[in-house]
């Protein structure tokens, strides 16, 4: 079983930023692949960054610049840094974890979150 809490989402105005933290805790791998995505309403979820043990990372186009993914494993947390926020940045943002290094590229081979709401305003 692998649990992940997600906290830090809020509401802030166009151009502010937030740190989303994750806490992970369970069965879950030491070497795991992490994740943020998000989900605006009426939309499907997207991935937006992701990061594996070795620090590598990649960001959706849309976020590249604005948002910084990282972990720290010895407290089993992951982060997410997001800067210059946008109104279109609006959605609540899961917390994902891989069963080992490997990134999943369907949904199904994720463990998740329950979710943090983030809203930009205008």
């Known amino acids: 079983q692998v649990q992940l809490v997600e906290s830090g989402g809020g509401s802030v105005q166009a151009g502010g930023s937030l740190r989303l933290s994750c806490q992970a805790s369970g069965h879950i791998a030491s070497n795991a692949c992490m994740a943020w995505f998000r989900q605006a309403p009426g939309q499907a979820r997207e991935g937006v960054t992701t990061i594996r043990d070795n620090g590598d990372t990649t960001y959706v186009d849309s976020v590249k610049g604005r948002f910084t993914i990282s972990r720290d494993n010895a407290k089993n947390t992951l982060y997410l840094q997001m800067n210059s926020l946008k109104p279109e940045d609006t959605a609540m943002y899961y917390c994902?974890?891989?069963?080992?290094?490997?990134?999943?590229?369907?949904?199904?081979?994720?463990?998740w979150g329950h979710g943090t709401q983030v809203t930009v305003s205008s």
């Open positions: 994902a974890a891989a069963a080992g290094s490997y990134c999943p590229s369907r949904e199904q081979g994720w463990y």
